[in-house]
C-alpha cells in the first residue's frame, strides 16, 4: 500500500530530510514511525500526501508513483487518505457535525451521504450523541475523537496520524489507539507518527525509526 524506493528529500534549504528511505508497508497493516525531532517523520508523511515530492526515488501509493499524478488529480488523490493532527485543528465557530461533515462538503458529497457518513463516523467514536455540541464544549480526548471521525468520514484507504496521542493521558492515549485498531480491522492502513516511547512499547505494532533522515529499523 506503501511503497518508498530509495527516497531521499532535500529541501530547497539544502536540508537533506530524508536519506535513501526504502520500506514498504501492505494493505490493512498498522505501523508506528518514531525518530527524535527533525529526524524526517513529518516529510516522510508529507511526501505520502504528495505535500512534497521526493528529491530522488519514488513513493508508490497502491501502486502508483504519485509524483506522476496530474496536479488537478492531487485533490481526489488526498481524498483517500484520512489524516489525524495532534491539535486536531477543529473549528470553533461550528457544530461537532459540521467539523465531521467538512471533507465531505469540500469533495461536494450531497446532504443524504453527508448525513449517513458524518452519523457512522460519529458512531464509530462514540460521540453520536454530540452531534449538535461546539467542539469547545468538549475535553481533549473528545475533540481528538471528533478529529478522527472527521479524518475517516471519505472512508479512506489510509489513514495518516502525526502525533495524535500528544497531549493525552496514557488512558485516553490507549482510547485513540484502540480507534485506529478498529479501523485497520477493516482494512485500513495505518501509519502513527509519535515519539510516545511507552504507548509504543505497549503495542505489539512494527516500528519504524528514523535518525537525521535515515531508516535505522523497521521491525
Ligand atoms: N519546508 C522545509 N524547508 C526546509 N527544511 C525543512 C522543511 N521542513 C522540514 N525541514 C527540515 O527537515 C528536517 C526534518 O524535519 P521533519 O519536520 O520532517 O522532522 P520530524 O521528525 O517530523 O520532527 P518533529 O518531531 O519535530 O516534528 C529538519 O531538519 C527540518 O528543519
Not at 512534497?52 to 488529480?73: F, H, S, W, Y
Not at 484520512?82 to 465557530?93: K, R, T
Not at 489510509?158 to 502525533?163: F, I, Y
Amino acid at each position: 500500500m506503501i511503497k518508498f524506493e530509495q527516497v531521499t528529500k532535500r529541501y530547497d534549504s539544502g536540508q537533506e530530510a530524508l536519506s535513501n528511505v526504502s520500506f514498504h508497508i501492505n494493505r490493512g497493516d498498522m505501523a508506528f514511525l518514531t525518530g527524535h525531532s527533525g529526524a524526517g517523520k513529518s516529510t516522510l508523511l508529507k511526501l505520502i500526501m504528495r505535500m512534497e515530492t521526493p528529491t530522488v526515488g519514488n513513493v508508490m501509493i497502491a501502486g502508483q508513483n504519485i509524483a506522476q499524478l496530474d496536479r488537478k488529480d492531487i485533490p481526489f488523490y488526498r481524498r483517500h487518505i484520512g489524516v489525524v493532527f495532534q491539535n486536531h485543528q477543529l473549528l470553533f465557530d461550528r457544530s461537532v457535525f459540521e467539523n465531521v461533515a467538512l471533507p465531505m462538503r469540500i469533495s461536494g458529497s450531497n446532504e443524504l451521504e453527508i448525513g449517513k457518513r458524518v452519523r457512522a463516523a460519529l458512531d464509530k467514536v462514540g460521540l453520536l450523541h454530540k452531534e449538535k455540541s461546539n467542539p469547545i464544549a468538549l475535553s481533549t480526548g473528545e475533540q481528538q475523537r471528533i478529529g478522527i471521525a472527521r479524518a475517516v468520514v471519505n472512508k479512506p484507504a489510509l489513514l495518516l496520524a502525526d502525533e495524535p496521542t500528544g497531549n493525552l493521558d496514557p488512558e485516553l492515549s490507549e482510547e485513540i489507539m484502540n480507534l485506529f485498531r478498529d479501523f485497520q480491522q477493516v482494512g485500513v492502513t495505518v501509519l502513527i507518527a509519535s515519539h510516545d516511547h511507552e504507548l509504543i512499547q505497549s503495542m505489539s505494532l512494527p516500528v519504524m525509526t528514523l535518525a537525521s533522515g535515515e531508516l535505522v529499523s523497521f521491525g
